[in-house]
Nanobody, 127 residues
Framework: QVQLVESGGRLVQAGDSMRLSCVAS????????VGWFRQAPGKEREFVAA???????????DSADSVKGRFTVSRDNAKNTVYLQMNALKPEDTAVYHC?????????????????WGQGTQVTVSS
């Protein structure tokens, strides 16, 4: 059973940067597709960005149009950790951010393709 724990969320100003971490236990994160999703109050959980295992043809990434060019997913396999680097933050990025792990190599935006979820970390961006 893989357990995921997110950290790094906090209150920042618009235009600031932030890096979220997702640490795994009970499994090797480098062998999983890892996605980041977010949920704002009163809204459905939405896809943010994801990366597949590098074991698959060097890996693949995807990101939502709303964060493309601002958010990047990276991995530190030695630490069994995946990061979400967020730059040029906007107030509309305010949400609880969750990381998730699964075995699918396509359809990275689909929540049902992920088997394990973290509890989330709060990101608040003030204007």
């Amino acid at each position: 059973q893989v357990q995921l724990v997110e950290s790094g969320g906090r209150l920042v100003q618009a235009g600031d940067s932030m890096r979220l971490s997702c640490v795994a236990s009970g499994g090797t994160l480098s062998t999983y597709t890892v996605g980041w999703f977010r949920q704002a109050p009163g809204k459905e959980r939405e896809f943010v960005a994801a990366s597949t295992s590098i074991d698959w043809i060097g890996g693949n990434t995807d990101s939502a149009d709303s964060v493309k060019g601002r958010f990047t997913v990276s991995r530190d396999n030695a630490k069994n950790t995946v990061y979400l680097q967020m730059n040029a933050l906007k107030p509309e990025d305010t949400a609880v951010y969750h990381c998730a792990a699964g075995q699918y190599l396509s359809g990275l935006r689909r929540r049902e393709h992920y088997d394990y979820w973290g509890q989330g970390t709060q990101v608040t961006v003030s204007s």
